[in-house]
Every structure is written in C-alpha cells, then in structure tokens.
C-alpha cells in the first residue's frame, strides 16, 4: 500500500479537494441512476465509478465490491459492467443468459458480505449497434470489513483499487467498530509493569465522583471502565491501560511517542538545506506526553505585542487552548494499531501541524469534523476525561475553530496526510504574513514602549526577526519587508544600527557573513 506521495502531487490532490468539478460533486447514487452514457465516459474511472469488460471473470467484480464497500469514501460506488478500461463501450448484448446472470452476481459469490443492487442501461456500443451496460450500485458497508470469502479485502483509492495488508485490515475493523484494539489485552503484565500509585489514585477519583463503597477493588473499577479484566491468574491490562499507565509503553507499542519538530523558515529542507532548530521526543503515558510536549510547546511559541488604537496589547501566536486542544486530539485519536507509527508535531514560523496515524473515521471528513464525533479509542477518550484533559467531548474541533477565529486567525484546517488516508493532519496557521503591526513581546519588553512605537512595520519585521533567530543579514532582510531593493533593506538595518537597536558584526570590506545582532545595551535590559 502507497505510504505517501510527492510534493506535487499533494498539491494536485489538495487542489481537487479545495475546487471540485460539477461532475466531481456527483454522487454514487446520481450516477446509478443516470442513463446518460455519454456522463458517465465523461467522469472517467475514480473513486466513484469502475469500468469494468463484461468478459472478466467474477472475482474480479468481488474486488470491487470489497473495495467500494471498504472506503475510505462512505458513499460507497458504482461498477458499469460493459465498459473496457479505455471507455470503449462493448456491452454485455453477446452475453447468453446464464452468463448475464452470472455477470448481475458481480462477484458475490467470492465476497458475501458485499451489498450491492444492479440495473439494465440501454447505450449504443462502439460498432454503433443498440446494446446496455449493466450498472452496479455498491454500497459502503459501515459496520464490518468487506473481505473476499478468502480473506482478502482491498480499498478503493482514486481510480484504483488497491489490496490491504493485514495492518490496514485490522484497522479498518478498528474504524468500522468490528475490533476494538484498545480493549484488546496487552503482553505487558499487571501490576510489575504499572505505575501502581497512579493506577490507586485514578480509581479512588472515580470512587469519590461516582459515589462507590470503598470496597469496590481497583481492578473492579478498572474493568468497568473497560481498561482490561480480572481472571483467575489475575488482571489483564488492555492496550488502553498500557497507554495510560505503564511504566514502558513504548515497550509494547514502540509508536505511542510525540517527536516535536521546529523548523526555521515555513517549509521543510534537507540535505546542505536542513532547517531543523530543535528536535525533542516525548515518551511515557499518553499523560506525561500531552504535560510535557505541551510545556515544551508552550515555551517555543511566541507571544506578539499588537499595536492598536495607540497602544500595545499582547496576544499569543496562537490561542493556548486551541494547539493544546489538537495536541489532546491527536493523542485521544490517533491509531495504536499501526504499532511503529508516531505523532508529529511540526512548528514552522506561519504554521504548527499536527500529524496523527491513522485517517479519518468513517464519515468523518474535512467538510465533516466539526459536526461529526466518531472516536477511535473511546475507552482512552473517557479515561482522558478523568484526568482533565478532554474538556468538550464532541465539540473539541469546533471549539478549536472557534477559538481561533475569534483570535482573528485562519479556521484550523484537517487533511488526509495522504491520497490512501493513512494519518491526519491538522494546522493552525499564524497572521505572519499580515503581523505589520506587530512586535514580538520580548522585543517589547527589550526595546520599551517608546522606542517600540517609533519603529515602522518594516522596521518591526527586522527586530522581530533578530529576536527569533539571533542575528539578520541584507538577504535575510529583503525576504520579509516590503521591498526588493537591497539598497533599502541595507538602509534599513544601518537606521536601526545608528539608533542603537542593533549592533553590526563584520571582519573585512565585502563580508559574505556580515550580519545584524540586537545591540548589547538592549540585550542587557
């Protein structure tokens, strides 16, 4: 299964999502119930529709109905049998009428649990004689994996219909409901491999907010909450429990980490190019690593003095419940399954990504998640919850958006990491480009009131840049004010130097790294 996919290629299919066609908004349905052929060579083969020669053989069809009742789209597709892959029509006139009937099989006798409805369409083949396709609706299975009566099971991903290892299959069961993983016991043993203190004090919360006797085990509340469950040789923990208090998760599921990624400028290098400036891991329960990722976080992001009305007010980067809030979420929803698979947490200077394994859930969409709450690991969610950290189940993602647009921000933005939804990525994205009146608030605080509000939009850009990456040269200037003459980004700086705001650092007469620092007296403040 394809893992991810080029630069320009993200780009294509981003841009298919942002600006879709009429045709690319039709659904499954109104093209099944078309009889417009000429519609249907039009759309071309995607995720929605299958061509397929009324000569090929059952198990072929049983592919399909496994894939479009798979996903990733809950909308399910439809198969025009009579098609050849080119869209030349062929038919299915030549057919006698055992094999017409065992072409409206479609396959299921190779896949049972498929669901699908089929009908007659009359066309004109390519010899120009009268002839019909047959149209084959199937429909997205929500509850159970769709899976060949051998055992394999495929998805539909663009025009393609791709095999899924046994890790996607397990995870679609996971998604669709028919496993839960996180209640699936671990290896890891109860009590030698547990924080035991943490455990006690977790369950006597719930005795205390519950109202329960205090001869109500720990175990018997553990279970109740679907945690793991008592047998004869004792407790057996469950993947959820090893994720909320094992000493070594990681030991079980060497994946369940946070690694925190900031980059310099506002895309990702490599090569003579890295730009990585800091590179933590954050290991532990999913509670150490939401405390401690989210302290390193909160400590790296910057707050800005904003000057309106004749004065300055400070506002953070980014409203402080709203990154918490996807840094909870991809914790809470991100996919166990895939054992070796991380969370990402990327900070440029315009944007902060936060990218999760495992796609959406069924239904759930980018044009959904505000309104659509289908969690993945709904025991970890509600234990979650008891530790204070999931504040407004069901109303997370909208309360993000909120935020943010009430910060006077861009709405925050989910996406498929890639074409096969395999991860999530979620961005809150910064005013960098518009921050003119803006100073960064230890520069505020460096620099004073006065001087602070002398300085001109380019003049802060220059200063507010100096504060987050220490020095600046006339290239690195030109890049983030207003003009494209060296001449004046050079004045610029020089300006700042003879008011005392900056110090210049050279060692001969055409220095290739010549620079600006912010001068020493400021920097003694």
Not at 113 to 128: A, D, Q, T
């Amino acid at each position: 299964m394809r893992k991810g996919f080029g630069l320009g290629e993200q780009l294509n299919f981003f841009s298919k999502l942002d600006n879709p066609t009429l045709e690319q908004l039709l659904t499954p349905d109104q093209i099944y119930e078309s009889n417009d052929v000429g519609l249907l060579l039009k759309l071309g083969e995607d995720h929605r529709l299958d061509y397929k020669s009324a000569r090929r053989q059952p198990k072929d069809f049983a592919k399909e109905l496994s894939a479009f009742g798979n996903g990733p789209s809950h909308f399910g597709g439809v198969i025009a049998a009579g098609v050849e892959n080119d869209g030349t029509i062929t038919g299915c006139k030549f057919l006698d009428e055992s094999g017409l009937q065992r072409l409206e099989a479609f396959g299921s006798t190779h896949c049972s649990s498929g669901r699908f409805e089929s009908r007659r369409v009359p066309c004109k083949n390519s010899k120009g004689e009268d002839d019909f396709l047959i149209f084959c609706r199937v429909f997205y299975v929500p509850d159970r994996l769709v899976a060949l009566n051998d055992g394999t099971a495929f998805h539909r991903v663009s025009h393609e219909t791709k095999k899924l290892d046994d890790d996607a299959k397990n995870e679609l069961r996971v998604a669709k409901g028919e496993r839960s993983f996180e209640q699936e016991v671990s290896r890891l043993k109860y009590p030698d491999d547990f924080h035991v203190d943490r455990v006690r004090s977790f369950c006597a919360s719930i005795r205390k907010e519950s109202g329960l006797r205090a001869d109500i085990s720990d175990e018997q509340i553990l279970e109740n909450k679907m945690l793991g469950h008592r047998t004869d040789s004792g407790f057996a923990a469950s993947n959820a429990m090893v994720l909320l208090f094992a000493k070594q998760p990681q030991r079980d599921m060497p994946g369940a980490y946070i690694r925190v990624l900031r980059f310099e400028g506002t895309e990702q290098k490599s090569g003579k190019n890295f730009n990585v400036i800091q590179d933590r891991t954050f290991e532990g329960t999913v509670v150490d690593q939401i405390h401690n990722c989210a302290a390193f976080i909160g400590a790296n992001l910057r707050e800005f003095t904003h000057f309106e009305n004749g004065h300055f007010e400070s506002r953070p980067e980014y409203p402080d419940d709203a990154w918490y809030e996807l840094l909870v979420n991809a914790v809470a929803h991100r996919s166990y399954q895939y054992r070796n698979a991380n969370i990402f947490v990327r900070v440029f200077d315009d944007r902060i990504e936060f990218d999760s394994p495992g796609g959406f859930m069924p239904q759930v969409t980018p044009a959904t998640i505000f309104t659509m709450h289908r969690p993945r690991n709904r025991q970890l969610m509600f234990a979650l919850k008891e530790f204070g950290e999931v504040k407004c189940m069901n109303e997370g993602t909208k309360r993000v958006r909120d935020e943010m647009v009430e910060a006077h921000l861009p709405e925050p933005v989910f996406r498929p990491t890639t074409e096969d939804n395999t991860g999530v990525l979620a961005i809150l994205s910064n005013d960098i480009a518009n921050r003119q009146n803006s100073l960064d608030s230890e520069a505020y605080r460096i620099l004073g009131e006065a001087l602070s509000m002398s300085l001109s939009p380019d003049e802060r850009k220059i200063v507010n840049y100096v504060i987050e990456h220490k020095t600046i040269n006339v290239s690195e200037a030109l890049r983030i004010m207003s003009t494209n003459i060296w001449h004046t980004a050079k004045g610029a700086l020089n300006r700042l130097e003879r008011r005392g705001i900056l110090d210049f650092y050279s060692t001969k007469e055409r220095d290739p790294r010549a620079h600006y620092r912010l001068a020493r007296q400021s920097r003694n403040v």
